[in-house]
Nanobody, 126 residues
Framework: QVQLAESGGGSVQTGGSLRLSCVASGYGASNGCMAWFRQAPGEERHWVARYYMGGDGKYIADSVKGRFTISRVKGKQMIELQMNSLKPEDTAMYYC???????????????????WGQGTQVTVSS
């Protein structure tokens, strides 16, 4: 059974930084994709960053490009999201997600991901 556990959320002021982590247990898809999505109150869940577990492919959403970085902890089924220059509009629940096989390319909607974490709250105050 695959389980995803996020950590690292919190409250910061505008311009601050946070690092989110997601550890996947029971997840062995060497050709899969792990990702971060976020959902603000009353809005849909959107992808923020994706990491191809079979190589070094990374995808960053335009809304956070240049501020957020996704990485994988070497040798582990664990990804991190470094968030810099945070803005109030980054306030949301952040979810870790994973899919089996077929990489990340073209897979950016919630329907494309098989496993989800419980989420971690990020709040940015002005």
């Amino acid at each position: 059974q695959v389980q995803l556990a996020e950590s690292g959320g919190g409250s910061v002021q505008t311009g601050g930084s946070l690092r989110l982590s997601c550890v996947a247990s029971g997840y062995g898809a060497s050709n899969g994709c792990m990702a971060w999505f976020r959902q603000a109150p009353g809005e849909e869940r959107h992808w923020v960053a994706r990491y191809y577990m079979g190589g070094d492919g990374k995808y960053i959403a335009d809304s956070v490009k240049g501020r957020f970085t996704i990485s994988r902890v070497k040798g582990k089924q664990m990804i991190e999201l470094q968030m810099n220059s945070l803005k109030p509009e980054d306030t949301a629940m952040y979810y870790c997600a994973a899919r089996d096989g077929d990489g990340c390319a073209g897979h950016y909607s919630i329907d494309h991901f098989d496993y989800w974490g419980q989420g971690t709250q990020v709040t940015v105050s002005s």
